[in-house]
């Protein structure tokens, strides 16, 4: 109910809403378990969500589909010892999506195939230098040290990067790889697993915050949108921004504006709000509650 009242206000402001639902980490077909484990039913309430927002109207591009039909394992789709997808799971779903609104709007975005391809991209592989989240919480004697691989343009790049967090502001300008990836992640690359402040991960868009803009100095004709979501988007935001003019991204974790009234006073092309499967409870809807 609370996604059909945000679709109105979004559409009266001439834009589209669409949901996003990245995997969870069982993915039927992919993933295997002992009998008896315990189950979150993270999927289950996932397709009920999806189901939900069908019902009502509202587009749904469910990444669980895209990524059981893939020939890819779940070791190629998910990191060992983190909740996260890899960031090479983030740039195919960044290309699917693309792909999603090319077919659904006729839009003519990337018409040369150049973001989409993964051969214009520097690819750097850290070995056993990422612990994530998981791996954390128990230690790296029982998850192990696996492989991080940083994906970054091997082009010109220009952005421009606002942060807020809880009123501490960030800026920043210029190539993706020092404004929408921060490089002091892997500067002086420490064997500190356990800490957060080593989360490759987190490189991508600096982690989460309660509010951010980009803005793609190279695309002033591309498209205006915003992303209401977790940090399972990090990767993706950074990556699809290169179609994009400006990017505005709300975390409903930390915002402390009044959302209703940001959605109903700011126009995008398209508003993305994307929960993963193991978030989708109240507390991350808070807009139109009534």
């Known amino acids: 109910e609370r996604m059909k009242r945000l679709q109105d206000v979004v559409e009266n402001n001439n834009g589209q809403l669409v949901t996003l639902v990245p995997p969870d980490k069982y993915l039927e077909g992919k993933s295997a378990s ?5 189950s979150s039913f993270n999927n289950e309430t996932a397709d009920r969500y999806v189901q939900g927002l069908k019902d009502k109207g509202i587009e749904v591009l469910d990444y669980r589909e895209y990524f059981q039909k893939s020939s890819l394992s779940i070791q190629d789709i998910f990191y060992q010892t983190d909740h996260h997808w890899k960031i090479e799971s983030a740039f195919l779903a960044t290309h699917e999506l693309i792909n999603y609104l090319n077919e659904k709007d006729s839009l003519n975005l990337d018409p040369e195939y150049y973001y989409r391809d993964i051969n ?3 690819q750097m592989t850290y070995k056993k230098s990422y612990i994530g989240s998981l791996g954390r919480k ?3 004697l029982y998850s192990g040290v696996e492989d991080f691989t940083l994906i970054y343009p ?3 790049t220009s952005f421009v990067y606002d942060m807020n967090h809880y009123g501490q ?4 300008e210029g190539r993706m790889d020092d404004t929408l990836i921060n490089p002091s992640y892997f500067v002086n690359i420490r064997k500190d697993y356990l800490s957060p402040q080593y989360d490759f991960y987190a490189a991508y868009l600096d982690y989460n915050c309660s509010y951010a803009k980009i803005v793609n100095n190279n695309n002033p004709t591309g498209l205006k949108v915003a992303f209401y979501k977790d940090s399972y988007s990090l990767p993706l935001i950074t990556f699809f921004s290169q179609v994009c003019s ?3 991204i709300i975390d409903p974790r930390y915002y402390d504006g009044n959302i ?3 959605f109903h006073e700011n126009a995008f092309d398209y508003v993305f709000v994307s929960i993963s499967p193991d978030l989708i409870y109240e507390d991350s809807f808070l807009f139109y509650q009534e």
Request: net charge negative.
């Open 120 to 122: 214009n991209y520097n």
């Open 154 to 156: 091997k082009y010109e």
């Open 246 to 248: 400006e990017i505005e």
């Open 34 to 38: 002992l009998d008896g484990y315990p």
């Open 138 to 140: 128990t230690g790296k």
């Open 169 to 172: 502001t960030t800026h920043r």
């Open 260 to 262: 209703d009234k940001y």
